[in-house]
């Protein structure tokens, strides 16, 4: 089992800046992605970012440069920058087992862009 621990959400106004970290603990996937999704209300989970040890970064395409992703050892990290109001949602981390096709959430944290 994987435990994901996330911190870092909160209120922040319009073009704001914000840090999402993530850590993971347990039985980690030797060979795995971590990364952030995030969800609206009324809407569907969609991809923020993941990172893969040796690989590339993805992003989603509302991104647009504003938010970067790293990671050290078991700890995943979201910099957000030029925060918008559609910016508003529950971000979750995840961990995807690429062997067993699993993956694992964390249970969320609100993040609210509003003056």
């Known amino acids: 089992q994987v435990h994901l621990a996330e911190s870092g959400g909160g209120l922040v106004q319009p073009g704001g800046s914000l840090t999402l970290s993530c850590t993971a603990s347990?039985?980690?996937?030797?060979?795995?992605?971590m990364g952030w999704y995030r969800q609206a209300p009324g809407k569907d989970r969609d991809l923020v970012a993941t990172i893969t040890s040796g690989g590339p970064s993805v992003y989603g395409d509302f991104v647009k440069g504003r938010f970067t992703i790293s990671k050290a050892m078991d700890t995943v990290y979201l910099q957000m920058n030029s925060l918008k109001p559609d910016d508003t949602a529950v971000y979750f981390c995840?961990?995807?087992?690429?062997?067993?096709?699993?993956?694992?959430w964390g249970q969320g944290t609100q993040v609210t862009v509003s003056s």
């Open positions: 347990g039985s980690i996937p030797r060979i795995n992605s």
């Open positions: 995840n961990v995807r087992d690429f062997a067993l096709r699993e993956d694992y």
